[in-house]
């Protein structure tokens, strides 16, 4: 079964303007579903799959399925979180591309548009997390 | 290699004239090409159960329609007068391998350009519509 969101994890450290923010390899900060919690995490990303299913004709499934996935990034200032989350943009928001091994046919934003904000600073530190959540609709094909 | 049937969006479609010195910004194609054959009924006072019918000589063209992403810089293209080639192009199927899209091809001409309504906040949209001449085509080419 195709983890669209570990597809994309992937696609992104391909990507020399993503890992030129979020580190590279196994140490590039681009995780599923939350941060972790460690030292030096900012920036990064985080990528939730929320939604989406195969298509489903008649005969069973076609071979083609969507997604929607949020991908949060996060900065300790705005002006780096709007980088990142605008890199994140114009690298996946296109038609036709490989994600790992699965083939994309468009990732288009939606169906929400983006929204953005910062989590005050916690006890003992003046710095406070930026974080920018953008949602995108992706088709992919599958065989599941 | 061959070629695997997969499902699609629309994302990546394009349209080409030949002749029309027009490249602009197509949003959607409400309206693609539409091929009807008329039936022409052969019922005798012989006939039992249903009315039966004959297929008729000839396919009825309906016109293509191109929503338009409207520029003041491009404008729309002027309707037509000698035929051209027409090519719509389908976008590559997302894993089924291929190589050169599907396409309808034939020669053909604008019949029609609409220019956008203008609204506060709204984007332009523009029109176009096309008509196959029936001359040449139109001929589906299935993705490669």
Known sequence: MIDIGAELITYLKTKSAITAIVGSGTAARIYPDQIKEMSNVYPCLVIKVTGGGPDIGVGGKTGIASAVIEVWAFAESSSARNTLDRTVYASIAQGNATWGTTYTSECFPGPQGRDSGSDYATDGSDQCAYWARAIYTVWYSTDD | ?144
Not at chain 2, 92 to 114: K, V, Y
């Open chain 2, 1 to 144: 290699m061959a070629v695997t049937a997969k499902p699609d969006t629309g994302h990546g479609m394009t349209l080409t004239l030949a002749t029309t010195n027009w490249t602009g910004k197509i949003i959607g194609m409400p309206t693609n090409l539409d091929k009807q054959r008329a039936r022409v009924q052969t019922t005798h006072l012989g006939s039992t159960t249903n009315h039966s019918y004959m297929p008729g000589d000839l396919d009825e063209l309906g016109e293509l329609e191109f929503d338009v992403r409207f520029e003041a810089a491009t404008g729309l293209p002027a309707t037509g007068s000698a035929p051209e080639t027409i090519t719509v192009t389908w976008p590559l199927a997302p894993g089924g391998g291929g190589a050169t899209g599907a396409s309808l091809a034939g020669t053909g001409f604008i019949t029609g350009i609409t220019y956008p309504p203008m609204q506060t906040g709204v984007l332009q949209i523009g029109k176009i519509k096309i008509s196959y001449d029936g001359g040449t085509g139109p001929t589906w080419t299935a993705e490669a």
